[in-house]
């Protein structure tokens, strides 16, 4: 399996990157792991092929993690997707996306896809398979709005995957990260500790009981950004392709 940082910024383009979004590739499967704002153009700059995404799981709605979805369904209109496609997360989803489709482009919502569209609620907790993925979400905590929020443990061919999504800390990371193949951790700040975000000071005192095989950084300010060459770290960037 491989995965791909398609974007890894924050919702500001911090150092010019693209919004969240993850590119997941193995022997059977292709998934998406939040699709931000600029999520269409970073996917071509990259030369990844859409039509074979068969999921996109959804840990927020916030623009940077949703708001590429109406750009990829339109496209997968107008290039007349066959494949089904199932799109994943928190409670309230098929409303988001039908109020950012009508935002964006007005009557989207109401056209009727030729592909089979699934748009699928997550509950916290519970693991289902979507797409030959065993997804569990878990509840993690950044704010009033734009929730609910979902940290993502990812598990296919022998592999686990977790993203924290935009998250304060929270202990549901350590079940939700807890000896993973990979750890993708929001790292917003160093150690300025905020509101609805992780810092990396903070995140530092609890890697010891996640023990994931490895830690990759993501969603950074430029805070973090300019410390990059100075920290022990794996840190995100856009394009980065990581083998697991
Ligand atoms: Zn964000
Ligand atoms: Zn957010």
């Known amino acids: 399996m491989q995965l791909q940082f398609v974007g890894c910024g924050d919702a500001f383009g911090s150092g010019g ?14 998934f998406l792991i939040d699709c931000g704002a600029s999520s269409l153009p970073a996917l071509k700059r990259l030369d990844i092929a859409r039509e074979p995404i068969d999921l996109i799981l959804i840990t927020h709605f916030h623009g940077d993690h949703f ?26 989803i098929q409303t988001k996306l039908a109020l950012a489709m009508e935002a964006m482009f007005e009557h989207s919502s109401k056209t009727q896809v030729r592909f089979e ?28 709005s734009g929730g609910p929020f979902l940290a993502y443990r990812a598990e ?47 995140l530092e005192g609890h890697l010891g009981a996640i023990d994931a095989k490895r830690l990759i950084l993501t969603h950074m300010s430029d805070d973090m950004l300019g410390r990059l060459d100075k920290l022990p770290y794996s840190a995100a960037h856009d394009g980065m392709i990581v083998e697991l």
């Open 156 to 202: 296919a061919e022998g592999r686990v995957i977790c993203y924290s999504a935009d998250t304060e800390w929270t202990e549901t990371l350590i079940p939700a990260a807890r000896n993973a193949d990979l750890f993708i951790a929001e790292a917003y700040y160093y150690e300025r500790i905020v509101k609805n975000h992780l810092s990396l000071k903070t």
């Open 17 to 30: 990157r693209a919004n969240t979004c993850f590119h997941v590739t193995g022997a059977a499967v292709n």
């Open 67 to 92: 708001a590429g979805l109406p750009f990829l369904l339109l496209e997968a209109q107008f290039t007349r997707r066959a494949r089904p496609l199932v799109i994943a997360g928190p409670q309230g």
């Open 117 to 144: 569209l699934s748009v699928l609620e997550l509950r916290p907790n519970e693991t289902q398979n979507l797409a030959g993925v065993m997804v569990t979400p878990y509840p993690v905590v950044h704010g009033q």
